[in-house]
């Protein structure tokens, strides 16, 4: 099921692929983004469109999880070229985190200047409601403190640096344009900011567990999106981040809520 496990992840072999795509389409980037658990919609927003499934484009992995189609669709967005990945790649899926990350580095390889990820997040903060945006503001990665780090390895320094800073993983002007934006189009009400906590799933977090992310400092769960982000900044791309706040994470031994894909992928 995954030829090329362990392999399809240095320098040499994203560059093979961007130049793979580039002589396939006239589209050049600047913008990629990344469609999060049953948010694929947004790549038909694209108009002109060019798309590649992902097991047809060389080193890529397979999507596997149930609203994530897994394509790689190139087009243009109110005039302005972009790539969007209708579908991402998650730890529990079985890929070492390298090649999970790997399309940061190829949308980097294609001229992408500005990565735009989005998710499916459970509510932690107890104010927010289901139907929530979240601005991402900043991220608690916890897989990387258990050494599940995608920058782990020998580093290739025509991606970036040994030790790359964190703390402006977020671009703070965009986020401060898409607030503003937000609240001019009226959205006021249910566009919050926060932080995201990325854990390695597959299952849903315990009682225990969101309570203690929340008193961490975390807003809103998922399993998905700080490890791109670690990438994409480490090859020196700008980053904008949004989770859809799909469910509330259940913190009280009274509820009868039970977390499940269905509801947060909308099917
Ligand atoms: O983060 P995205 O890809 O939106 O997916 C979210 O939805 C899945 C759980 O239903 C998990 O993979 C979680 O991370
Ligand atoms: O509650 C959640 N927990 C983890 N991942 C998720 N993705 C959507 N909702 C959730």
């Known amino acids: 099921m995954f030829p090329d496990l362990n392999t399809g992840f240095t320098y040499e072999d994203c560059k093979a692929t961007a130049d793979w795509l580039l002589a396939q389409t006239d589209v050049r980037p600047l913008v990629g983004i990344v469609c999060g658990s049953g948010l694929g919609g947004l790549a038909d927003m694209l108009k002109d469109q060019v798309a590649f499934n992902y097991k047809d ?19 243009t967005l109110k005039g302005r070229d972009c790539v969007c990945m209708q579908g991402r790649f998650h730890l529990y899926e079985g890929y070492p985190i390298q090649k999970i990350t790997l399309p940061m580095r190829i949308f980097k390889l294609l001229g992408v200047e500005t990565v735009m990820l989005t998710n499916a997040a459970g509510g932690l903060n107890q104010d927010f409601k289901v139907g929530d945006i979240m601005i ?62 990325m854990l390695g799933g597959p299952s849903f977090e315990t009682i225990a567990e969101c309570r203690m992310l929340s008193k961490l400092g975390a807003d809103a769960v998922g399993m998905s999106t700080a490890h791109e982000v670690v990438v994409a900044r480490h090859c020196g791309m700008r980053v904008f981040a949004l989770s859809l706040i799909t469910n509330l994470a259940v913190m009280d031994y009274d509820s009868e809520e039970k977390a499940n894909h269905e509801e947060v992928s909308g099917g």
């Open 57 to 75: 484009i060389p080193n890529f992995p397979q999507s596997t999880v149930h609203g994530h189609a897994g394509r790689l669709v190139f087009g």
């Open 136 to 197: 991402i503001k900043d991220h608690l990665n916890i897989p990387g403190f258990a050494g599940n780090h995608p920058l782990v390895g020998p580093n290739d320094e025509r991606f970036g640096v040994r030790f790359p800073c964190m703390s402006d993983a977020y671009d703070r002007e965009l986020q401060q344009l898409a607030m503003d934006v937000g609240h001019e189009l009226g959205f006021t009400d249910f566009l919050r900011e926060g932080v995201y906590c």
